[in-house]
């Protein structure tokens, strides 16, 4: 028996990624778990923001941002990204993350973050309170020790160890162990 919820803003689990908007001399920083690919081609990132965020500003200002995906290690300042308005404190100086300069894009990457997208708006949304920027990724960077394969195309993502955020219960976790290979498992016998 199954019940009935109504409408949720949840998915488990949910990315948690660090989005930097503006330059490195006058950067922002929030965290964001309403965050996901949305197209292979071109390669697409959405993410969902609160009109009222300050990093907002900063990532139209330029039309560009990054995403960051932090290691499970750096929940605390994750944690305080999300917690502390850009308007007030300083989030780089607060939590000790570094930033290094995109190569294609102004803004910059955060070099605690294994993994980091640059990405140019393409377009924006209205929902509700919310803007639903949607960002064509045009490069990618992660740590050489997090690289299966010499050309960079497959990622360990136990290496990785990507912090993600569990809505409602309002937990932040590790993922689990691997259960199947994609695109295999299911194949008709």
């Known amino acids: ?32 778990a309403w965050i996901n690919i949305v197209a292979s081609t071109p390669p697409t990132v959405a993410l969902g923001l609160r009109e009222s965020r300050h990093t907002l500003e900063l990532i139209r200002h330029t039309g560009t941002f990054t995403v960051n995906l932090p290691p499970a290690s ?79 195309s497959l990622i360990d993502v136990e290496k990785l160890d990507p912090l993600v955020y569990i809505p409602g219960t309002r937990e932040y976790r590790r993922l689990g162990e691997k259960v199947a290979d994609a695109f295999s498992v299911g194949k008709p016998l």
């Open 74 to 152: 750096l929940v605390e300042a994750v944690d305080y990204c999300g917690l502390v308005s850009g308007r007030s404190a300083d989030k780089f100086g607060e939590t000790g993350l570094t930033l290094v300069p995109g190569s294609v894009v102004p803004t910059p990457i955060i070099a605690e973050c294994p993994f980091n997208l640059e990405c140019r708006i393409s377009d924006e949304v209205e929902v509700g309170a919310y803007r639903v920027i949607l960002g064509e990724i045009v490069e990618a960077h992660a740590d050489e020790e997090l690289l299966l394969d010499p050309d960079g």
């Open 1 to 32: 028996m199954k019940k009935r919820l109504g409408p949720v803003e949840r998915l488990y689990p949910m990315p948690c990624a660090l989005v930097v908007g503006g330059l490195i001399e006058e950067p922002g920083v929030l965290a964001v």
